[in-house]
């Protein structure tokens, strides 16, 4: 086989990993989607969607949603009708958004 045709499977395949990963993450924007009502918490270390112990969450809106410490580890609070993005890192994974409404 010669150098072009080499060179032009190379990219081909370059170019269909590129599609497809493109394409899931088009689909999935990453967020974790919660539902809460107003009072009521959301243990984030039991979920299983992040490691724990996790460290720095922040909220968008804190007069949607605050972090909490629970007994389990961290959690989100609703606090008032609404919706917003919160976050949270962990030592040993990347940091995870969820997207919480409280109703």
């Known amino acids: 086989m010669d150098r072009r045709a080499s060179?032009?499977?190379f990219?081909?395949?370059i170019a269909g990993a590129f599609t497809a990963f493109h394409a899931a993450s088009a689909q999935d924007p990453g967020y974790y989607p919660i539902e809460l009502a107003a009072g009521e918490?959301?243990?984030v270390c039991k979920s299983g969607a992040i490691v724990c112990p996790a460290i720095s969450a922040r909220c968008d809106d804190p007069k949607v949603v605050v972090p909490v410490d629970l007994p389990s580890g961290l959690g989100f609070k609703g606090v008032s009708p609404g919706k917003t993005l919160?976050?949270?890192?962990?030592?040993?994974?990347p940091r995870r958004v969820f997207s919480i409404t409280v109703r």
């Open 86 to 93: 919160c976050s949270a890192g962990s030592a040993v994974g």
């Open 11 to 13: 990219l081909l395949v």
């Open 7 to 9: 060179a032009m499977i």
């Open 41 to 43: 918490s959301y243990e």
